[in-house]
Every structure is written in C-alpha cells, then in structure tokens.
C-alpha cells in the first residue's frame, strides 16, 4: 500500500479510492521515464547555474494536455526553447541549461474547489492528469485512470523529446530551419535570420578550421513540472540501483508550487525525500525566514544545482520583497539557483474575463530581477516562462501587438495564458541585453 497523503494539500477529491489504489499499484511497477543519472547530470548543470556560471532556460505549457501531445505541438515546442536558448547563447556567451515544462505538467493547483456556470456548480479542472476541462458532471469527475494517460503521454512526449534533441533537429547547423514554419513576419524572427546567419559563418569557420565539436550535434533538454499529485510522484519514486537512493522518475526536476510550499506540508516532505533537484516556487508573501527554513529543509548539506528559488513576485513587487529574501539566503552561505518566473505574479483578467499577461510587464519583472541581483553581487541564474510554439493570441503586446480584442481569436490554453512563438523569441532577445551587460 501506498502512503496516503492526507494532509497534502490541493488533492483531487478522487470518488473511487479502490480505483486510485488499483492505479497506484500498476504505476509503481511501470519503467522509470527518466534514469537517476540524467537528474544528477542535470543537478551538475543548475549547480553551474548557481555560481553563476551557467543561465537557466526552463519553459513550457502552464498545463500541459492529452489532445496537444501531438507531434507538431512538440515540435514546435521544442524548436521554440531551441531558438530561445541560441539567442541567449550566442547573445550573451553563456552555456544555457534547457528544462521543458513537457512531460508531465498535467496537474494543477486550484484556487477554489469548486466552479460555477450559469447557476451550475461543478468541480474546479486540475488538469487533465485530474479531470476534463470541458463543464460536465462526467468531463469534471475526478477520474484515476487519467494518472496511467498521464504516464503514458508523458512516455511518448518524452520520446520525441530524445529524438529531436539527438537526432538531428538539435544540430546547430540547423539553426535556420528552427525559424521555419512560424509567421515570418515578427521583427523578432527577422532578428533571429540574423542572428542564425552569424552562427552558420562561426560554424563554416570552425569546420574550415577542422573544428567540428559533437556539442554542436545534439543538445539536451531535460523535463520538470510540478510535484502536486503526491499519489503520482509517489508511485514514480525508486530506489536507484547505483546509488541505493530515492529518485523521483516522472521527470528529472521536479518543483513545488507557490500553493503547496509550507514547510510542514507534504509536498515539502516528499521533495525533501528525493534526490533530483528540486525547485520552489516563492511568491511575494514569502519571508526570508521561510526561504531560509525551506533551504535547511531542502539542501541541508548546501549541495550545488540541488535547490532552486523559483520567483514570482510580480513586476509591482519583485524589486521590493526580492531583495531581503536573496540577502538572508546569501548571508547564510547557501549555494541556491534564483530563477525568475515573470509570469505568475502578473496575471490578470481582461475585461472579457480571458485570464491574460502583459508582454511589457513580463519583461519588466526580468528586469527587476536583474536589477536586484545586480545590487546584491548575486546571479540572476535563469528564467521559467510559461510558453507555447503556436501562434496563440493569449498575452498582450509584443511586437505583434496583441490588443484585448484580438485575445479570443486563438486563446487556447487549458490554464494560464502563455507567451506565444513570436513573443518567446522577442523575450530572449531582450534577456539575452540584460544578460550580456549583468
Ligand atoms: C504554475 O507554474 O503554473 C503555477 C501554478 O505557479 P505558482 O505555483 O507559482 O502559482
Ligand atoms: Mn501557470
């Protein structure tokens, strides 16, 4: 039997607990999607990323889902980080560490339990890996067997996520054709034309020269979403045979969000269980005293690129309540990696009630980070984006200028509002300033 997480907050009120334990037991038994080593290999990586000698890349969907695991979707997504990570790369002459929010963010943390429609009330949807986010009594019916569709989905995407990142798509010498495909118009691809023509004289100089280094071939892209469903993660948990230690391998990092980091809860529990880097979510009501406990809880023995400060502040707060934080976690001698995400603390609802993000305000946040990392000597280590490689009409502004009214036209997330290629692209160059004058 499992260990059942009562007390673990932002749970799914499963009906049937016979069929969540049927579930269970065949997932305990299911191959491991990723191996132990690849999370260590990772956690050397964000140990990098730590002491500033690496940046951080970590995006994707907020809520993954089983109709977009197509291979278009994935494609595309993958060729979004891609292009994102050369432009940082090549724009700031910093190794780029690349995490997707891919295979495996099917779950999600709810602000109520519960929805109403026209009189009607139902379940809250807390992604598919729960339950279905069309409004029915049967779509919104917390369904276990959606845990084994979870797994499996996140097998597939996994594959094409080794097969495109070692199998050709990733070679450098492709870095053109990763703008294919997308609207061709956005200054920011014409940007990235620009940008990939540089690279292909660097790389014809190089070979010329007799240079051709198998780093340019491949490229790894390592996965993470969020540890919520503790049954889940649980049930993915094994012993690594070299090492005889726990590993959560459902994805290779795994995080806690900004609802469920309480120090005593179990979603800290578990994450202090494994041994893949983890990061935590910290929002602008965190204490330094709650960072600092979070880190005697997660890292006691100050291992490198194992914990992560994710940031959510919000533009209007960042430069404000980021600074205490970062100064008390520094002053105790602890080695964390401070990631930025722009996108959390500045949702808002449009007067349509679309959920939606400004461009201006995303990029503003960035800014702040750096800003405060600058003035305390520490390193801004990367950023988490909420993201997509569809020409989705969900965030406001960018180049393209996405207006109020234009966000119906292709809003298609099943949660929050993601930047879309065009957008992506735009952001990384702009980090990529920021970056190169830190
Ligand atoms: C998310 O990453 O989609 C999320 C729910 O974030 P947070 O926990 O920071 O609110
Ligand atoms: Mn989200």
């Given at each position: 039997m499992t260990q059942r997480p009562r007390d673990a907050a932002q749970q799914p009120d499963w009906p049937d607990r016979a069929a969540l334990d049927a579930v269970v037991a065949q997932l305990a038994v299911l191959p491991p999607l990723v191996f132990a080593g690849e999370c260590d290999a990772l956690k050397e990586r964000l140990g990098a990323v730590a002491r500033g000698e690496a940046f951080l890349l970590q995006g994707g969907d907020c809520a993954e889902t089983f109709v977009d695991a197509t291979a278009d979707s994935i494609r595309n997504k993958i060729k979004t980080l891609l292009q994102m990570a050369v432009v940082l790369t090549y724009g700031a002459q910093v190794p780029v560490v690349k995490v997707g929010r891919i295979a495996g963010q099917f779950a999600k943390p709810r602000s109520a339990d519960l929805e109403t429609r026209d009189g009607v009330t139902l379940p809250s949807y807390r992604g598919d890996a729960v339950n279905g986010l069309e409004f029915t009594p049967e779509s919104r019916r917390p369904d276990p067997g959606r845990l084994l569709k979870v797994y499996n989905t996140s097998a597939a995407t996994l594959n094409l996520v080794r097969a495109f990142t070692q199998g050709g798509l990733a070679d450098l010498r492709q870095v053109h054709s990763w703008n294919q495909g997308f609207v061709a118009s956005a200054t920011a691809h014409q940007k990235y034309e620009v940008m990939a023509r540089d690279i292909d004289r660097a790389l014809a100089f190089m070979a010329a020269a007799g240079v051709d280094p198998e780093a340019f071939r491949t490229v790894d892209l390592y996965s993470s979403h969020e540890a919520l469903l503790l049954d889940y993660e649980r049930a993915l948990t094994r012993t690594d045979s070299r090492t005889g230690l726990p590993y959560d391998v459902s994805g290779h990092l795994l995080w806690v969000g900004e609802r469920t980091r309480?120090?005593?809860?179990a979603h800290v529990e578990f994450a202090a269980s494994i041994r893949n880097p983890v990061a935590v979510k910290i929002g602008p009501t965190t204490t330094p005293d709650d960072a600092l406990a979070l880190v005697e809880r997660l890292n006691p023995d100050d291992e490198p690129g194992r914990l992560s400060f994710v940031t959510r502040m919000g533009r209007d707060r960042v430069r404000d309540a980021l600074p205490a934080i970062v100064e008390k976690v520094t002053a105790s001698g602890a080695t964390v990696a401070w990631v930025c995400d722009p996108m959390h603390g500045n949702t808002f609802e449009a007067p349509d009630g679309l959920k939606t993000r400004r461009f201006d305000d995303v990029i503003d946040e960035v800014l702040g980070f750096f800003e405060v990392h600058r003035a305390l000597g520490t390193h801004p280590g990367g950023i988490h984006m909420e993201l997509t490689g569809d020409d989705v009409t969900e965030c406001l502004g960018g180049a393209g200028g996405i207006g109020e009214t234009d966000l119906p036209m292709r809003y298609q997330t099943a949660c929050d509002p993601r930047l879309n290629h065009a957008q992506s692209l735009e952001l990384a160059f702009l980090v990529a300033e920021m970056l190169a004058d830190r």
């Open positions: 309480a120090l005593d809860g």
